[in-house]
């Protein structure tokens, strides 16, 4: 199957600072993105979806100017976590989509952050 | 709004034994359906998925889930259960069959007894 990927796998940043996490699709080009935030023992809840060379589109209640998420080319998208807090702290999942795998979503194995 | 309520949250099974996890849905229109599995360290992996047709899917691993629409179910199960499924399982309904805006479960922790 197509594979995702995350990176870094772990971060721990301290409150007030900024910190990127990247998501490639390393076989296929995808042409749409996820962003997931899984708190612990909870399911997962979309945040974003995003469109290679389009605005993401954030659902409701997802601060789009603390969570930048860009997706600059067919295989990278980035979600950046500005102003970092606490709160923040989750587990981030992304996922990739594209016609040319049936539009099945693939997903990354997420990366741990934790806020100090 | 599409929803899916995954009523165990817990479920511990003996290896060799079956196991049957349960999804329930809430969706206006023809549901696609879905079901993950979430094991440490790596990815959500999809086991199977039911758009149309028969309504007895089948998936990777040994598992099978039957689409129910009468009782908005698509349960999961598989029929002997090996120690390499504890895992975490996901059902998930999405608004089409690119799998676009997955709304999922809250999951289902699965552990096995030797």
């Known amino acids: 199957g197509a594979v995702v990927s995350q990176h870094p796998s772990w971060v721990i940043c301290k409150s007030g600072t900024s910190v990127k996490i990247e998501c490639r699709s390393l076989?296929?080009?995808?042409?749409?993105m996820f962003w997931y935030r899984q708190f612990p023992k909870q399911s997962l809840m979309l945040m974003a979806t995003s469109n290679e060379g389009s605005k993401a589109t954030y659902e409701q209640g997802v601060e789009k100017d603390k969570f930048l998420i860009n997706h600059a080319s067919l295989t990278l998208s980035t979600l950046t976590v500005t102003s970092a807090h606490p709160e923040d702290s989750s587990f981030y999942i992304c996922s990739a989509s594209s016609p040319a795998v049936s539009y099945e979503q693939y997903f990354g194995p997420g990366t741990r952050l934790t806020v100090t | 709004a599409q929803s899916v309520t995954q009523p165990d949250i817990h479920i511990t099974v003996s290896e060799g034994a079956s196991l049957e996890l349960r999804c329930n849905y809430s969706?206006?229109?023809?549901?696609?359906l879905f079901w993950y599995v979430q094991s440490p360290g790596q990815g959500l992996q999809l086991l199977l998925k039911y758009f149309s047709g028969d309504t007895l899917v089948q998936g990777i691993k040994g598992f099978e889930a039957e689409f129910k629409r009468s009782q908005s179910s698509f349960n999961l199960r598989k029929p002997s259960v090996h120690w390499s499924d504890a895992a975490e399982y996901f059902c998930a309904v999405g608004a089409g069959a690119a799998g676009n805006k997955l709304t999922f479960g809250g999951g289902t922790r699965v552990l096995v007894k030797p």
């Open positions: 076989d296929f080009q995808a042409t749409t």
């Open positions: 969706y206006g229109a023809t549901p696609y």
